[in-house]
Structures are given as C-alpha cells and as structure tokens.
C-alpha cells in the first residue's frame, strides 16, 4: 500500500513539475494596437491608413484561416514605404504567418514594385519581422528617415 501511494505521488509531483516547464512565451497576450502604436512612435506614417482584410489577403497574401486578429497601419502615400502589422495567429500557426510575411517582404524587396522608388526597396529590403510565440510583427520603415534601430527597440519594449 505505501509503495502505490508513493507512486502517485511521484506521479503527481512529476506532472506537475511538467505543467511548470511550459512555455510563458505562447501565453503572453498581447494589444495589437498598443504594438502598433508603440513601432509608430518610432516610425511614423505618412498619411496612414488602417490595414483592412483586403490588404492582408490581396496585398500580403496572408492565409486569413491562419490569423485570430490583426492591426496594423499602412502609408497611403504612394513615396512612403511605411507599414506596420501585428497579427495574432491562430494557435500554433505563428510560423506559417512568419512565412507568408517573409513572402510579402521578398515581392516588395526584390520583385521590382517599387522600381520607380528605390528607397521605398531599400527600406523593404530590410523589414523587420519578428515572432513571439503566435504574434508576428512586421515593420517596413519609413522613407522619410525612420532608423530600424529605434523600430528595433521599439518592438523589443512592445514584444517584452
């Protein structure tokens, strides 16, 4: 009888000790709009405009089945280059939204888009994309003299 009850509880000490290990990283919640507002300080948007359902779909080409929710700013501004979108994905389908914006940064970067605004390239060229468990970031600066380093520490304080 002592050996079954030590047994469990060895059993019950070792799921819990499990359940502890788990990643804080996923379970973290986070505003999308504060994200946004936040790399905004740092990267301000010419004449912005919300991102829609349409962008993320048709210009992004974002999986929407992928996506829980979504905010985010883009230039309306045709010599601007600055966008910011924070997405919060479907559980376990960060990876495959990091992806599909990886996509999007390639098409804006090297596909000649932006061919009349090589700054507008530049700056797409070095976008930033940044995952934290389910939520990605994306962050294209401004050609308007927006540094990557303060958009850098701007997503670190807003991803902490």
């Not at 504060?34 to 992004?60: G, K, Q, Y």
């Not at 045709?78 to 979108?85: E, K, P, Y």
């Amino acid at each position: 009888m002592k050996k079954i009850i030590a047994i469990a509880l060895s059993a019950a000490v070792l799921a819990l000790g499990l359940v502890g290990c788990g990643s804080q990283e996923s379970s973290k919640a986070y505003n999308l709009n504060d994200i946004v507002t936040a790399v905004e300080s740092a990267n301000p948007i010419a004449n912005p405009r919300d991102v829609d359902d349409n962008f993320i779909t048709l210009d992004m080409l974002l999986t929407k089945d992928n996506i829980e929710e979504y905010a985010g700013k883009v230039s309306n501004d045709q010599a601007d280059s600055a966008l910011i979108v924070a997405v919060k994905a479907v559980e376990g389908k960060g990876d495959a939204v990091k992806t599909e914006m990886e996509a999007y940064k390639t098409s804006i970067s090297t596909g000649g888009l932006y061919a009349e605004f090589a700054d507008k390239e530049a700056a797409a060229k070095d976008a930033r994309i940044v995952q934290q468990g389910d939520y990605v970031v994306m962050v294209v600066a401004n050609t308007n003299g927006a540094d990557y380093s303060a958009i850098d520490t701007a997503l670190d304080e807003a991803l902490k």
